[in-house]
Nanobody, 114 residues
Framework: QVQLVESGGGLVQAGGSLRLSCVASGSIFSIMGWYRQAPGKQRELVAQITSAITNYADSVKGRFTISRDNAKNTVYLQMNSLKPEDTAVYYC???????????WGQGTQVIVSL
């Protein structure tokens, strides 16, 4: 059974940093990433990583860094210089290596205060 377990969210002041972690189990994943959903808005891609390629939303480039530890089947999102507009529920996403099915974590809340 596939499981994605996120951790690391919380409340932080603007300009601060947080690191999100997502441990995946139950399969092998080709692409792992992070999405976020703010109140009243659609879920949007934040960052993705394959074995060698990373992709970022324009709004987080230069501030967020995604990384992956394949041995631990874990993906991280280091978030620096956080802004109030980064406030959202952040979801871990993992795409199955064979079927391309998307799996999702339960979400972790990030709140950035002024």
């Amino acid at each position: 059974q596939v499981q994605l377990v996120e951790s690391g969210g919380g409340l932080v002041q603007a300009g601060g940093s947080l690191r999100l972690s997502c441990v995946a189990s139950g399969s092998i994943f080709s692409i792992m990433g992070w999405y976020r959903q703010a109140p009243g808005k659609q879920r949007e891609l934040v960052a993705q990583i394959t074995s060698a390629i990373t992709n970022y939303a324009d709004s987080v480039k230069g501030r967020f860094t995604i990384s992956r530890d394949n041995a631990k089947n874990t993906v991280y999102l280091q978030m620096n210089s956080l802004k109030p507009e980064d406030t959202a529920v952040y979801y871990c996403n993992a795409k199955h290596w064979l079927t391309a099915y998307d799996y999702w974590g339960q979400g972790t809340q990030v709140i950035v205060s002024l």
